[in-house]
């Protein structure tokens, strides 16, 4: 925060928490949902970036924080809670912090360096839940993990494009209503 303190105000606090709840909501839509769950998941995401985007970087980290523990707890697919932990939740904390570099280059190659760690990681620690009902899927003999892993980089490029075009619209229509709201931050 370039050495400056966050002051933690009760509405921010309050818009937190509503958003938290929001993408709690979301969290537990993926978690029953038979398909669809990874976007649902996706989606979950735009309420950390809402949260700092209206009430400043540590509220993004709180909405994070309280979204993924309670997602944890609550959500009965526990794979849409890891998700979000692993991916989609924190990514828009790093997103914000990647987009103030100065070499868009190295921003895209971090935030593909970023998906793909993470993917490695579950493809490793959580295979039977994230991948193995992926590879029974395919009944055409090509490699799985080297083509998942391209596809899955392409795809994270243009999900990064789209989560900015819809952080661009919500900045220009939500965000100022919740300042106006939350004091003018």
Known sequence: MSGRRQKISTRMLAL?????????V??????????????LTAVAGLAVAVAVSASGYLSGVLCYLVSGILGLLLVPGKHAAVLFLCLFGVYPLLKNLLERLK???LEILLKLAFCE????L??????PIFFASAVSAWSVPIPFVPVFFVLAGIIFLIYDYAFSRVMAMLQARLIPLFRQKNGGH
């Open 16 to 24: 937190t928490g509503l958003l938290s709840a929001v993408c709690l």
């Open 26 to 39: 979301l969290l537990f839509a993926a978690g029953v949902a038979p398909s669809g769950w990874t976007g």
């Open 103 to 105: 070499n868009r280059a």
């Open 117 to 120: 760690a993470v993917l490695a």
């Open 122 to 127: 579950l493809y490793l620690l959580a295979y």
